[in-house]
């Protein structure tokens, strides 16, 4: 009996061994078959990652050519309306003359028909007739001549992406000031109005000039500031805790200086870059040329000014927050220059400013109208680096416009809001900290230089 148990024992035991031997080989197919599985789907992975690569490139690739399709459709726009406005011009002339030679005629030939005999003064009235029609015609030809070539002029000025420059004289003081004929990118149909009296003194803009490189070219178009005063900061509200903009304090501009016209552009800090064989900048997709300048730490902007002031001369240098704040304001006490409410199509934000590049790029330098002093670009596009350390809020801060060097040197101040910040970021008073050695597609910079 103890001999059949054993062996009915040893069976199952082998029937066992059996059973997990071939569970084993099972799970090790469908492991093997998992495993294939997985291999697979990463392979799908990556190729939609891929093609997802792919689409996003021509998303960019299509936005950036709607961007430019819309901007030459925009520079075209006042060609098409003056040819149109020369051709209705032309229309209208020769009409009138036609009306006016037909009823002469046709007087003429009711008197002929009227009269026995022969009408010498109606001979000499359809020779007069005659002459004139000649006139006429003579003057469509010449009108139509002028149509086209008023046509070719605009439009080569309206395609042209490079501002020619002026010719200049032969100098030998490569420090000689270089004054160019100011020549808004924005036509403005209506001058914009001073500050009273009462916001401020009487402001005093020159005109823009431009000091000659040394290796050749100009530099940024720049404007004189004069010395003044001002308020900076904003005034505390009842009941809520003293804030970075705070305390409210009166800065003097105890000398005049000159600050650029424009954020320093794509073009103008290539000119430095390949002097120094340095690289461009990453444009994000928004364009070079003319458009701002980003992607650039604080560093990079202060080697820019160092290089500017060798190429001429002069010492040029980031403004201070106190001197950024009092050219913003142009002699304003508002949220923004233009008054304390958003308007519509003054400057590019997020969302809210009503321009085409809202929460998308930045706008190329000069989109949008200038502020009292001829600045443009002070609210919104881009932030703009200054030389001021971080500090929390107003207190000790320098009151006679010189940049405040102590604090968080490791942070610097940067003003005047983006194209992707809120409007609020754009006003005047607004201040925000970056660290020195980021670099930001909503952060550029503009620069300031002594007399």
């Not at 070079?288 to 001369?313: C, F």
């Amino acid at each position: 009996m103890q001999n059949d148990d054993s062996d009915d024992t040893l069976s199952r035991e082998i029937e066992l061994q059996a059973t997990l031997q071939a569970e084993r080989q099972q799970a090790a197919l469908m492991r093997k078959a998992l495993e294939e599985k997985e291999r697979a789907l990463h392979q799908l992975t990556e190729q939609c990652e891929s093609l997802e690569n792919v689409l996003e490139d021509r998303e960019r690739e299509m936005d950036h050519l709607t961007r430019k399709i819309e901007q030459v459709n925009v520079d075209l726009s006042p060609t098409h309306l003056k040819v149109a406005k020369l051709d209705s011009t032309y229309s209208d002339r020769r009409g009138d003359a036609a009306v006016d030679v037909g009823s002469l005629f046709a007087r003429d030939d009711a008197d002929i028909e009227g009269k026995k005999g022969f009408n010498w003064a109606s001979l000499v009235k359809i020779g007069g007739i005659s002459l004139i029609l000649a006139l006429a015609v003579g003057t469509g030809i010449m009108l139509r001549a002028q149509i086209v070539g008023v046509f070719s002029k605009l439009l080569q000025s309206t395609t042209s992406t490079v501002e020619p420059t002026p010719p200049i004289a032969p100098i030998n003081n490569a420090n000689t000031q270089i004054v160019v004929n100011p020549k808004p990118p924005i036509p403005q149909t209506k001058p914009h109005p001073l500050p009273t009296e009462t916001q401020q003194h009487h402001l005093f803009v020159s005109p823009p000039i431009r000091d000659r490189l040394r290796s050749g070219g100009l530099g940024p178009k720049i404007v004189q500031l004069p010395a003044g005063k001002f308020f900076m900061g904003t005034k505390l509200i009842p009941g809520f805790l003293p804030g970075i903009e705070q305390p409210y304090h009166e800065v003097i501009i105890t000398h005049s200086f000159y600050i650029a016209s424009y954020e320093t552009s794509f073009d103008e800090y290539e000119l430095f870059a390949k002097a120094n064989g340095i690289p461009i900048p990453n444009d994000s997709g928004f364009g070079r040329g003319n458009h701002p300048v980003i992607n650039v730490t604080w560093n990079d902007a202060q080697k820019y000014t160092e290089w500017l002031s060798k190429e001429t001369g002069y010492h040029y240098y980031l403004p201070s927050e106190s001197q950024w704040e009092y050219a913003a304001r142009a002699g304003t006490d508002t949220n923004f220059w233009w008054g304390n409410e958003s308007k519509k199509n003054m400057t590019v934000c997020f969302m809210t400013c009503g321009s085409k590049w809202d929460s998308i790029s930045t706008a190329p330098v000069g989109s949008f109208k200038p502020n009292p002093f001829g600045l443009f670009d002070t609210s919104g596009n881009v932030m703009e680096w200054t030389q001021d350390c971080h500090n929390l809020n107003y207190a000790n801060a320098p009151t006679d416009g010189k940049p405040w060097l102590t604090g968080d040197c490791s942070q610097r101040i940067v003003r005047g809001g983006a194209f992707n910040k809120p409007i609020s970021l754009a006003r005047s008073a607004s201040r925000f900290k970056l660290p020195t050695d980021g670099r930001f597609n909503m952060l550029g910079f503009r620069v300031a230089r002594d007399l």
